[in-house]
């Protein structure tokens, strides 16, 4: 009879538990051997960058349906006061909107 065909009491079932809860060394890259380079922009909301600009908000919150001409009408207000100003970062190889804040 091996481990798993013990049967089942809160003895063995804590042993199991520790035993997979074991803390098991990192054997992933080191430093020197992983490295992320992006490029990235910042810069002022624009219509281009609508889609990719909702899809950003949606993991925040629910966005609900959105049409172009409200979004471009809004825009178009925000650029008329000096006091608001929508920013994005702006993955320049995938032109994806990574960031905002206003």
Do not use: I, W
């Amino acid at each position: 009879m091996d481990s798993s065909d013990e049967p089942l009491t809160p003895n063995t079932a804590a042993s199991r538990r520790s035993a997979c809860l074991a803390p098991v060394p990192f054997s992933g890259p080191t430093q020197e051997q992983f490295s992320l380079k992006l490029e990235l922009t910042l810069k002022h909301l624009e219509e281009v960058n609508q889609r990719s600009f909702l899809r950003l908000l949606t993991q925040l919150t629910d966005v609900g349906e959105v049409s172009e001409t409200f979004f471009r009408d809004r825009l178009a207000e925000v650029k008329t006061d000096q006091y608001q100003h929508m920013l994005v970062v702006e993955d320049t190889h995938s032109r994806a909107v990574v960031a905002t804040g206003g």
